[in-house]
């Protein structure tokens, strides 16, 4: 199945767009530098804006032979809202389904990247790159036997529907095999695919490297006025939590608050999106592993 895709060469603007996905992607423009190497911590952040905590994020829930076959990460899935807040969507994929056929079982639940090129340009997006399987969703980046790298993108459908909100608390719990030339962004990206109204990226890094925080400028998207790597590396289980509301940000690891700001606040719609695919320039033809999701939760404001 994977050795009919057309080279990402070929593929349109329009592609992307019809998709929810940013048309920089469908273009193959990236705009996400890869990361510092381990060990490096930078921070790029406007002043007095930010908040950052430090130390509180230690290598916890590690390792994926914890847990059950539905429960793989060791952690359930909350059911637990906070006060003023409302569940809106939740998925553990407790699910199975055939190799590389995630998309109809789950159309109800998620819009699904397919057909277009990843971030990077170099790889292209399919729903055969999706698999349920033992209480995980399982993102397997590969080259194909055709010589098209693989990617992933789903983006939940809250309330069964597209489209996003202006203020949510957006929860994953995820893990990564170290997969060499492969990176996941998991981010909140404008209904509007206007880059201007706000991009959100937390956590997003190479694929079994450290965790990154990025917050893009509003003025002027392509710097970011918040950049931060964490202490948490995404070749552990962690659970990632962004809490937007229309005064401040917060973003969690494991429920320790590790920044917050009240500045570069989206005001336009934006929608949750996983997406995993290559890096800057051709992954390695041998590179072959997993983004493994237990599970996605988002909730509303009451009211």
């Known amino acids: 199945m994977d050795d009919d895709l057309t080279p990402p060469s070929t593929l349109t603007t329009d592609a992307a767009s019809a998709h929810g996905a940013a048309p920089a992607h469908g273009a ?3 705009r996400h530098l890869r990361p510092a190497g381990p060990g490096r911590r930078r921070l790029g952040l406007a002043a007095g804006a930010v908040v950052v905590t430090a130390g509180i994020v230690a290598a916890a829930a590690t390792g994926a032979s914890s847990g059950t076959a539905v429960d793989p990460s060791g952690e359930t899935m909350p059911t637990a809202v ?11 994929f407790a699910e199975p389904n055939a190799t590389g056929g995630f998309e109809q079982p789950y159309a109800d639940r998620f819009s699904v990247y397919h057909g277009f090129a990843d971030t990077a340009g170099t790889g292209r997006y399919s729903a055969s790159a999706l698999t349920a399987h033992d209480g995980v969703l399982d993102m397997r980046m590969r080259t194909t036997a ?3 790298p693989l990617a992933g993108g ?8 597209w489209g996003g909100q202006t203020a949510g608390r957006y929860s994953i719990r995820m893990r990564s095999d170290e997969v060499d030339g492969y990176g996941v962004a998991v981010l909140l990206w404008s209904d509007r695919n206007v880059w201007a109204d706000g991009e959100v990226d937390f956590p997003e890094g190479a694929l079994g490297a450290p965790a990154w925080l990025n917050v893009h400028c509003l003025a002027a998207p392509a710097e970011k006025c918040v950049h931060l790597e964490t202490a948490a590396s995404l070749k552990d289980w962690h659970t990632y939590t962004i809490d937007w509301t229309p005064q401040r940000m917060t973003f969690s690891i494991d429920g320790h608050e590790i920044a917050s700001t009240d500045k570069d606040i989206p005001v336009e719609p934006m929608h949750f999106v996983v997406q995993a695919g290559s890096l800057g320039g051709v992954p390695p033809k ?5 983004l493994l999701i237990d599970w996605i939760t988002v909730d509303v404001p009451k009211g």
């Open 82 to 92: 906070a006060a003023g807040w409302t569940r809106a969507f939740s998925e553990d």
């Open 154 to 161: 789903i983006v939940p459908l809250v309330d069964g529907k």
């Open 286 to 290: 041998e590179s072959d592993g997993s």
């Open 146 to 148: 055709g010589g098209t």
């Open 28 to 30: 193959g423009h990236s």
